[in-house]
């Protein structure tokens, strides 16, 4: 049987996971409708890239909204 630590554990993985599906929602939706404001995508990206170590398919998508926008690519935006 799972220990407690065990289960935690997975809880917490899969909290993160939600974190990060939440968030990729929100640069979608702000990077679509709201593309220039660019102060907030920018908070979302750096949170979802660097905190959540998110990625998936939002660096190309990311890569594309800074580029139409005219956006120097951040020192924390790793394309690996």
Same mark, same amino acid.
């Given at each position: 049987? %799972?220990? &407690?630590k !065990?289960?935690? !554990?997975?809880?917490?993985? $899969? ?5 990060? %599906?939440? *968030? ?7 990077m $679509?409708?709201?593309? =220039?404001? &660019? ?9 979802? +890239? *660097? %905190?959540?170590? #998110? !990625? ?5 998508? +990311? $890569?594309?909204?800074?580029?139409k $926008? #005219?956006? #120097?690519?951040?020192?924390? +935006?790793? =394309?690996d």
């Open positions: 049987k %799972d220990s &407690t !065990d289960r935690l !554990d997975k809880i917490e993985s $899969n909290q993160r996971k939600s974190e990060r %599906d939440l *968030v990729r929602t929100q640069m979608l939706i702000m $679509n409708h709201y593309p =220039e404001s &660019t102060l907030e995508i920018m908070k979302l990206a750096e949170h979802y +890239f *660097v %905190d959540l170590e #998110g !990625d998936w398919y939002m660096t190309s998508l +990311f $890569n594309k909204w800074m580029e $926008n #005219g956006i #120097g690519k951040p020192e924390w +935006f790793k =394309e």
